[in-house]
């Protein structure tokens, strides 16, 4: 029996995988592929759409899962960022939506499943559920400061359908990632809390925030003591930082976060860097190494991996940095 992700975390730092999308886009797939044969007929374009994959390419999911476990991740994300109804209208496809999400959180497992019978190592699947392409904070239009696209009571809709469809799937945790508005955030607790409490579960959750610019700001303006208060209504699991600036510029918040001295688990994934003109990332396993080397020695985090531009490579990397290093106490 699989234990509990929290008791591991009280004895080591737990290694979390890189970026899905960066993998996905090594395959230079085509329309058609991104279709398959379920969607040959959808009437609006499919390419880009990521997380229709675990439909119509599940093969090339479940191997990407794999290649990041035998890198070195305990704890593998699901392929569903923007898995969700707000985001899936832009390919007109809200009605996948729980399927979508359970198709990867079911992936995810077997892939973790391979390789416990493989290898004997446990892991854990995260659902990831990114932060839509709405905020409920701020307006699209500045001559209107009230004027919003979205109500919190529609991203909580939005969120618990995800939500339920990752349980379903068979997570084991629920990660709320790359949040850039703390409302948003918000609704997703909350959805995430009502949907706990109706199917009598309590599984951990993991939010992660997105720092914008050298202010340590997120998008809307919160400041991390900010973030991090507006977060702690909720029993978490772990809070961190992801995405964004990359490792060396979000140091000073990691920091932060550890030294506020949170009621719970600290998580780091950067980017490797910034992207470059073509809009790629150039940071290598071994130079993001050495600076999150820093955050595992100083004992900053008990959750470190890779975001945007990062590989199996750099998870390998970053696995033999955390291997027998002691985590944050908390």
């Not at 009230?146 to 809709?157: Q, S």
Request: proline share 5%.
């Amino acid at each position: 029996m699989k234990r509990s992700v929290r008791e591991a975390l009280k004895e080591r730092i737990l290694v979390l995988d890189g970026a899905m999308g960066t993998m996905i886009q090594r395959h230079r797939l085509t329309e058609e592929q991104y279709r398959g044969s379920q969607y040959a007929s959808h009437p609006q374009s499919l390419k880009g759409n990521n997380d229709l994959l675990s439909l119509t390419q599940p093969a090339i999911i479940r191997e990407i899962h794999l290649d990041y476990l035998k890198a070195g991740a305990d704890i593998i994300s699901t392929n569903t960022f923007n898995a969700n109804r707000i985001s899936m209208a832009d390919y007109g496809m809200e009605s996948l939506v729980y399927e979508m999400n359970v198709a990867a959180a079911r992936l995810a497992q077997e892939a973790v499943e391979q390789f416990r019978t493989e290898t004997g190592r446990e892991a854990w699947v995260a659902g990831s559920v990114g932060p839509t392409n709405r905020t409920a904070s701020m307006s699209p239009d500045v001559n209107d400061p009230g004027a919003r696209t979205i109500t919190f009571n529609e991203l909580a809709e939005a969120y618990g359908e995800q939500v339920r469809g990752l349980i379903d799937g068979g997570a084991d945790i629920i990660l709320v990632e790359t949040v850039f508005d703390g409302l948003n955030a918000k609704a997703a607790l909350f959805a995430i809390s009502g949907i706990m409490e109706e199917k009598g579960i309590d599984l951990p959750v993991m939010v992660s925030g997105t720092i914008t610019d050298a202010s340590g700001r997120t998008l809307t303006g919160q400041t991390l003591e900010a973030f991090l208060i507006t977060m702690s209504h909720y029993p978490l699991l772990s809070i961190g930082l992801n995405c964004a600036l990359g490792a060396e510029p979000s140091r000073p918040f990691i920091e932060e976060l550890s030294a506020r001295g949170a009621p719970f688990f600290v998580s780091a994934h950067p980017n490797a860097g910034l992207p470059n003109q073509f809009a790629e990332y150039d940071q290598s396993p071994g130079y993001m190494g050495t600076i999150i080397q820093t955050f595992i020695q100083n004992g900053w985090v008990n959750i470190i991996g890779g975001c945007c531009g990062t590989t199996p490579d750099h998870i390998r990397v970053i696995a033999s940095m955390a291997a027998g290093q002691k985590p944050n106490c908390t």
